[in-house]
């Protein structure tokens, strides 16, 4: 459906660098601010989990102004326990390039 973001399927490659790969392979699309909304979080309180970034770094993720570094990716993995991956962020700049 046009608009709509597809489900995605796991790579179970050792190169993915994803440690906690879903058994079923599918998953939803969650962008950081819909995990953040659903856990109640402000930008502050995720800038303490994720570590070593500010609540406006956080923010710029949010509004997808920026798109967090290699190492952020992963802590914003582990800081999420898996519900934001590295792919959401490069789903999302793919699909502003393709818009272009």
Do not use: H
Request: proline share 7%.
């Amino acid at each position: 459906m046009p608009g709509t973001l597809p489900s995605r399927v796991f790579s179970r490659s050792p190169q993915c660098g994803v440690d906690n790969v879903p058994k079923s392979g599918i998953v939803r699309l969650m962008k950081l601010a819909a995990y953040m909304k659903s856990n109640k979080l402000r930008p502050d309180e995720m800038a303490t989990r994720i570590g070593e970034v500010s609540a406006s770094g956080v923010v710029k993720w949010m509004r997808e102004e920026r798109m967090p570094r290699a190492d952020q990716q992963r802590r914003i993995f582990d800081a999420t326990g898996g519900a934001v991956t590295p792919n959401d962020f490069v789903l999302t700049a793919d699909a502003k390039a393709s818009a272009a």
